[in-house]
């Protein structure tokens, strides 16, 4: 049986080579990940484009200013992320309002959810070190949400 109860706000990155917007609103990820990037080259080791496929969910009222986004690189402090950006309060609260299935009623948690989506590309990435990329955001400057995380590992062919 599927639970009605969500967290106030959370969230997914997909990891991957690119992102393409599609017509029709389709949107592609083109070399998507599945938590571990294998890397057989010495580091570091720059890679032409990295995308970052970032989707944010929270119940509608929750943020009271702009979402943070910060994301580490493998490597990077946990007080100096590689990349900030922000999600302005005005687009949350315009952002898309989840409908919930059918299987839900419509006064369910997920009826009161905004999703908003971003994409970040870094082209070039050069990654200094084995590690792990996170992603991470940051709501009424206080709560920190885990976005996802990617483990990079370096492995010699042989």
């Known amino acids: 049986m599927m639970s009605e109860t969500l967290p106030p706000a959370f969230g997914h990155t997909i990891f ?16 998507a990940y599945r938590g571990l990037m294998v890397i057989h080259e010495p580091l570091p080791l720059t890679l ?9 969910y929270e119940k509608r ?17 946990d007080d100096s992320p590689s990349v900030e950006a922000e999600i302005p309060f005005e687009q949350i609260r315009q952002a898309q309002t989840v409908k ?3 299987l839900l ?17 870094l082209a070039p990435l050069t990654i200094q070190k084995g590690g792990s990329f996170k992603v991470r955001a940051v709501v009424n400057e206080e709560v920190t949400i885990k976005m996802g995380a990617m483990h990079v590992l370096y492995s010699p062919r042989g």
């Open 48 to 56: 032409p484009k990295f995308a970052f496929g970032i989707t944010y």
């Open 100 to 102: 919930p299935p059918r």
């Open 105 to 121: 009623p419509e006064e369910s948690d997920i009826a009161l959810l905004h999703r908003f989506e971003t994409h970040i590309v």
């Open 61 to 77: 009222g929750l943020s009271t200013s702009a979402v943070r986004i910060k994301i580490y690189l493998p490597g990077d402090k």
């Open 16 to 31: 991957c080579d690119d992102i393409r917007n599609e017509i029709s609103s389709k949107v592609s990820y083109i070399g």
